[in-house]
């Protein structure tokens, strides 16, 4: 007979205690904590379950070549990193209304019509609401097939019956196992159920998608091992602040991380960019101080974005410090940078950064246009229109070299750009570019400030 058990878990990060608490030693949030019962079997004589299997050297494992299935979408196929690989779980999260139902709708359609039998299963949303999607969307192949349930037990059973090449769950929060005795959404069925749809994905050797929710800091709801069973995570940017929607690789293991993809939203759903750096600095201005352009890499994909920065008399104690679309405290290094080595006072300023576009940069070539638009704001000084940067900016002031360098240029050079600030290294060729090497934020300085 099996035994019945009570435990308290963290809905925020899967945590668990003998009993209720207040406050999450784990993550820190409050009253998330509930009680879930458990059904624990008795132990046979040994603590272990052997399987058939034994171990095999792995110069005698025969590897399979890697299969990707195009899902008619080729942003979504480059965060993918090719597109799908059979057997394969995806996980797409992003805030409510940024588009996660459309894009899957939309790759599943184009798999149908590639003649790919896809299986939808919707619990947030009714039958009707779905084909009302997908006539706005356009016309769908009989290939693509839709179930409206949350019991993972009668979804096996539709999956047992139609066999379907593709199966997306739209979403992981509203699915429930019968045999754990908590509510939907939980820690304890979203591990439960993720963990039954990737043994059958792994087995029968078809990719699941799942469409998870974001919390109100930017994570997937639900325990963070759900993460880590996935073998691949994208998180959707973007919403009705933005016109572009922004979908990013935070881990892949078929593929780079970090990848980005870039769509605009309108009445046939999502459409793809082609040229996110000609439109990110489509809006840029003519005459106005503070602006600088960054040549940046996101994954495989050069990108040109630009970098404002706002600085201002401060009436503070502490004056402002504010940063959208940067890290932080790296934005904070480079603003005491520019104050130890450069003489740059911004002790009693307020300083405000801005990537423009809503798209988020985490590298360290950021450094380098990012201290050239906060010193063209303090000092009132237009950046020449014509010249972008990149470098890593060192705590001593240096300027170090980056990656991807010949990546940068031709991007660079594709749009227009003339002169390109970069860090010296003696090697840097470009068909059309003039390249500025500088060793130090001083010669960075240098340049910005001369007649060009």
Request: hydrophobic share 40%; glycine share 10%.
């Amino acid at each position: 007979m099996s035994k019945t058990a009570a435990v308290w878990r963290c809905n925020s990060c899967g945590a668990t205690a003998p009993r209720w608490i207040g406050r999450c030693a784990e993550c820190g949030e409050f009253d998330t904590y509930t009680e879930e019962t458990t059904h624990r079997e008795p132990r046979s004589g040994s603590r272990w379950v052997f399987s058939s299997e034994v171990p095999k050297p792995l110069s005698e494992i025969q590897s399979t070549p890697g299969e990707r299935w195009s899902t008619g979408i080729n942003e979504l196929d480059r965060v993918l990193g090719g597109g799908l690989v059979p057997g394969s779980l995806i996980l797409l999260g992003g805030e409510p209304g940024v588009g996660k139902s459309t894009l899957t709708l939309q790759a599943a359609g184009s798999l149908a019509a590639s003649g790919k039998t896809v299986l939808v299963v919707t619990g947030e949303e009714s039958p009707e609401q779905v084909k009302l999607r997908a006539d706005r969307l356009g016309g769908f192949s009989d290939k693509l097939f839709l179930l409206a349930e949350i019991s993972l037990e009668r979804i096996e059973a539709a999956v047992a019956t139609l066999r379907p090449d593709v199966l997306v769950v739209d979403s992981i929060q509203t699915l429930f196992h019968p045999a754990v005795e908590s509510a939907p959404g939980s820690v304890s069925q979203v591990r439960e159920c993720a963990a039954q749809l990737l043994r059958w994905g792994k087995t029968a050797g078809v990719p699941v998608l799942l469409i998870g929710h974001v919390t109100k800091d930017g994570t997937i709801a639900g325990p963070r091992v759900l993460e880590h069973m996935v073998d691949t995570v994208l998180y959707f940017d973007g919403g009705d602040q933005h016109t572009y929607r922004l979908v990013r690789t935070v881990k892949n293991r078929y593929g780079p991380s970090n990848e980005l993809a870039v769509f605009s939203m309108g009445k046939t759903g999502l459409t793809e960019v082609a040229n996110p750096s000609e439109l990110f600095l489509s809006q840029r201005s003519d005459a106005v101080s503070g602006s600088a352009v960054a040549a940046v890499v996101e994954g495989t994909r050069p990108l040109m974005v630009e970098l404002q920065a706002l600085v201002t008399p401060s009436y503070l104690t502490n004056p402002r410090r504010l940063t959208t679309g940067v890290e932080h405290n790296r934005a904070m290094i480079t603003l005491a940078v520019l104050e130890k080595r450069a003489g740059i006072r911004l002790a009693e300023a307020d300083v405000y950064i801005n990537v423009v576009g809503g798209v988020k940069i985490f590298e360290p070539a950021l450094d380098l246009p990012l201290a050239m638009a906060v010193v063209s704001a303090a000092e009132d000084r237009l950046v020449p229109r014509d010249i972008c940067a990149f470098g890593e900016i060192g705590l001593t002031g240096e300027v170090r070299p980056v990656g991807r360098v010949s990546e940068r240029l031709k991007e660079a050079a594709k749009l227009g750009f003339k002169q390109a600030l970069v860090p010296k290294s003696g090697s840097i060729e470009a068909d059309g570019l003039e390249i500025i090497e500088v060793a130090n934020i001083g010669e960075a300085l240098t340049v910005l400030r001369s007649e060009r």
